[in-house]
């Protein structure tokens, strides 16, 4: 079991920056962190995740924008500048463990970005 605690969302305008954090309640040695976002009416969606060498992956709509990184075994953030108003929606943490293809997920309670055109 582990616990996500996200941080950072908030109202920006358009062309602005934020920086999003999660906290996990125990080391994540293996697996792989992530985030993903929910629009309104729509599915939620991956934005960007980081394995435990540090191999990254990206949306195609955020690449160039968003970057990820783990400053340790706790926690992973994302850093997002340039922000665009189809950009806003509950972003959520999400931790994979467990063998390739048999992976349980841990989700956070998501937090609100807003981008505000």
């Known amino acids: 079991q582990v616990q996500l605690v996200e941080s950072g969302g908030g109202l920006v305008q358009s062309g602005g920056s934020l920086k999003l954090s999660c906290a996990a309640s125990?080391?994540?040695?293996?697996?792989?962190m992530g985030w993903y976002r929910q629009a309104p009416g729509k599915q939620r969606e991956l934005v960007a995740t980081i394995t435990s060498t540090g191999t990254t992956t990206y949306a195609d709509s955020v690449k160039g924008r968003f970057t990820i990184s783990r400053n340790n075994p706790k926690n992973t953030n994302l850093q997002m500048i340039n922000l665009k108003p189809e950009d806003t929606g509950v972003y959520y943490c999400?931790?994979?463990?467990?063998?390739?293809?048999?992976?349980?997920?841990?989700w956070g309670q998501g937090t609100q970005v807003t981008v505000s055109s």
């Open positions: 999400n931790v994979k463990l467990g063998p390739r293809g048999i992976e349980t997920d841990y």
């Open positions: 125990r080391s994540i040695f293996a697996g792989t």
